[in-house]
């Protein structure tokens, strides 16, 4: 992508991690898990940015 210029990166987060990054109660690698997808998305848009590529977090709602 870098080399082209062109592309998007998407990834798809849980609905629960859009209100506010809160933990709950006996489900600490579920949350992790969550948190860490916005931290990788928020940490790679920087990175790739200045090559045009933009990258997002997508909440879906209850499945």
Known sequence: MIEQKL???NNIC??????GL???PYAPAYYA????VVGL????????SSH?????AIF???V
């Open 22 to 24: 809160k933990g709950e």
């Open 33 to 36: 898990s969550k948190f860490g």
């Open 60 to 62: 879906l709602g209850l």
């Open 7 to 9: 592309g998007h990166i």
């Open 41 to 48: 998305t928020e940490s790679l848009a920087q990175e790739v």
């Open 52 to 56: 045009g590529i933009p990258v997002q």
């Open 14 to 19: 849980s609905s629960s991690t859009r209100h």
